[in-house]
Structures are given as C-alpha cells and as structure tokens.
C-alpha cells in the first residue's frame, strides 16, 4: 500500500542530490501507486514508465497515472475523487519537484486514512 513520507525530505533530498533522489522517489511512487489503484495509462507497466523518466514526456505519463491510481485508491476508501490532473500535468512539465510534493502529499493522506 501507500507509504507516509515527509514531503520536505522528498523534495530536499531530491535538491541536494541533484535529482537522484527524485528518480529513486519517481520509481518507488509508480510501483506503490500501480500496487493501489492498478490503473495504468495505455497499459504501460512500472519498468516502462520508469525508462519514460529518462525522456521528457515520462513526467507526463506519471502525472496521468498518479491521479488514475490516487483516484482508485479515494474510491475504494470512499472518500471523493478529485480532478488534479491538468495541475499535475502542468507542473510536470514546468516545476515537477513541485507536482512529486503534491502527489506525495496525496499519498501520505491516503496512507493516513483507515
């Protein structure tokens, strides 16, 4: 399931180390996420969406998906669902570290919840 991480020290590592940090976050939150919500955008698996990490529209690709799956995983607690993927999607492109705290802030309430 979903892992309660510290968005400040996701971000912070992910700064200091220049971004290794931020590749070792991205490949753990596509495998926790696909784990929950099993919802993948054209039925890419973890290890492809990884490698699309590594070319600009992977960031793309994981903002889709972290919402499907964050969606899945509010619908199976019974919480609503919300709409964040344009945001996500935007900031992927533009500032992701900012779209990796918000999709670990999301996280970190679902993993909260009962």
Known sequence: ?????S???VVILTIVTCGIYGLYWYWVA?????????KSIADL???IQFILMFVYVGGIFFAINAEDNLNE?????GLPVTDNKVL????????PI????LVQNEMNKL???A
Request: net charge positive; glycine share 2%; charged share 15%.
């Open 7 to 9: 968005v400040a020290t």
């Open 1 to 5: 399931m979903l892992k309660n991480r």
């Open 73 to 77: 995983v509010r619908t199976a607690k």
């Open 88 to 95: 996500y999607i935007i900031l992927a492109i533009c500032i």
């Open 45 to 47: 698996s973890p290890v």
């Open 30 to 38: 596509i495998n926790e996420l696909y784990n929950a919500g099993h």
């Open 98 to 101: 900012v779209m990796m705290a």
């Open 111 to 113: 993993a909260d919840q």
